[in-house]
């Protein structure tokens, strides 16, 4: 089992940049494939970006070329670089750790194929 959690949230303009991290607390960090989705009011919770053990990512088409997901498994961290914020980008940001998952090309994995969720940490971006 392991424990997620989110930081680095806030209030950013629009354009801007802002770093979210996750901080995992068990060892084996690396053995589960991490992602990061986010929920804007009134809709549903989307996948934003994924990193596999081996180090390879996917992105959702809105943020491709804007965000870069990274990891440190000596920290157990991984992080989330968001560039070139928009309006759109608003919303609660999820870290979520799936043990059993496999990253494949195509389309990011659900929500429901994670076991393990951080609290939530909110990002609002501002004109």
């Known amino acids: 089992q392991v424990h997620v959690a989110e930081t680095g949230g806030g209030l950013v303009q629009t354009g801007g940049s802002l770093n979210l991290s996750c901080i995992a607390s068990?060892?084996?960090?690396?053995?589960?494939?991490m992602g990061w989705f986010r929920q804007a009011p009134g809709k549903e919770r989307e996948g934003v970006a994924a990193?596999?053990?081996?180090?390879?990512?996917n992105y959702a088409d809105s943020v491709k070329g804007r965000f870069t997901i990274t990891q440190d498994s000596v920290k157990n961290t991984m992080n989330l670089h968001m560039n070139s914020l928009k309006s759109e980008d608003t919303g609660v940001y999820y870290c979520?750790?799936?043990?059993?998952?496999?990253?494949?090309?195509?389309?990011?994995?659900?929500?429901?194929?994670?076991?393990?969720w951080g609290q939530g940490i909110l990002v609002t971006v501002s004109s």
């Open positions: 990193i596999d053990t081996d180090g390879s990512t």
């Open positions: 979520a750790a799936g043990e059993w998952l496999l990253l494949i090309p195509g389309p990011l994995p659900r929500a429901d194929q994670y076991e393990y």
């Open positions: 068990a060892s084996g960090f690396d053995d589960y494939v």
